[in-house]
T-cell receptor
Framework: DTAVSQTPKYLVTQMGNDKSIKCEQN?????MYWYKQDSKKFLKIMFS???????INETVPNRFSPKSPDKAHLNLHINSLELGDSAVYFC???????????????FGPGTRLTVT | AQKITQTQPGMFVQEKEAVTLDCTYD???????LFWYKQPSSGEMIFLIY??????QNATEGRYSLNFQKARKSANLVISASQLGDSAMYFC???????????FGQGTRLTINP
């Protein structure tokens, strides 16, 4: 009964490669997010989608491209991987971003990306 | 820019003692929410407690309570009767109503000693 799932959990790859991380939520939420946690444990939002539409893009390099095929899925594709992309990437979801309230975000287990 | 600060990089507490983790934020917005998340060594982010800016009562969830002082812009997490399983990183996060973008503090690493 996993609420927010991510695959893969671990990803080790070489510089210059292209990789994808997948995220799925079964909570019926409208909004999904990608966060990056760096080696110092600092968490920062990258993107958010509401009903398949991009609503937040936080000065992330163009090499990162999120895609939401439907509101239950949000994938992250990364081109030309660099050493600095090594981090833990968290997917999250929340009921809505309609502007009428504040909602808890439910996080996936994270994907640890290591670029060598 | 909105900012959220956790001034304690690490804390060590004896088991069964209460512990307070500090969190201050800097915003001119009136409608916002504050969250606390726990991240154990296994890495997942676990929601603990939430406080809305208009909530008059401090939030409580089991052993967790939030000491919300709006005028001082602080939202400290209080864990009563600490347990060994409470050892983890704890993150305070702030979100403006409608934006849904969580802004996280730097985190506090809590270690509970037996």
């Amino acid at each position: 009964d996993t609420a927010v799932s991510q695959t893969p959990k671990y990803l080790v790859t070489q510089m210059g490669n292209d990789k994808s991380i997948k995220c799925e939520q079964n909570l019926g939420h409208d909004t999904m997010y990608w966060y990056k946690q760096d080696s110092k444990k600092f968490l920062k939002i990258m993107f958010s989608y509401n009903n398949k539409e991009l609503i937040i893009n936080e000065t992330v390099p163009n090499r990162f491209s999120p895609k939401s095929p439907d509101k239950a899925h949000l994938n992250l594709h990364i081109n030309s991987l660099e050493l600095g992309d090594s981090a833990v990437y968290f997917c999250a979801s929340s009921p809505t971003s309609s502007g009428t309230g504040v909602y808890e975000q439910y996080f996936g287990p994270g994907t640890r990306l290591t670029v060598t | 820019a909105q900012k959220i600060t956790q001034t304690q990089p690490g804390m060590f507490v004896q088991e069964k003692e209460a512990v307070t983790l500090d969190c201050t934020y800097d915003t001119s917005d009136q409608s916002y929410g504050l969250f606390w998340y726990k991240q154990p060594s296994s890495g997942e982010m676990i929601f603990l407690i939430y406080q809305g800016s208009y909530d008059e009562q401090n939030a409580t969830e089991g052993r967790y309570s939030l000491n919300f002082q709006k005028a001082r812009k602080s939202a400290n997490l209080v864990i009563s009767a600490s347990q060994l399983g409470d050892s983890a990183m704890y993150f305070c996060a702030w979100v403006i109503q409608g934006a849904q973008k969580l802004v996280f503090g730097q985190g506090t690493r809590l270690t509970i000693n037996p």
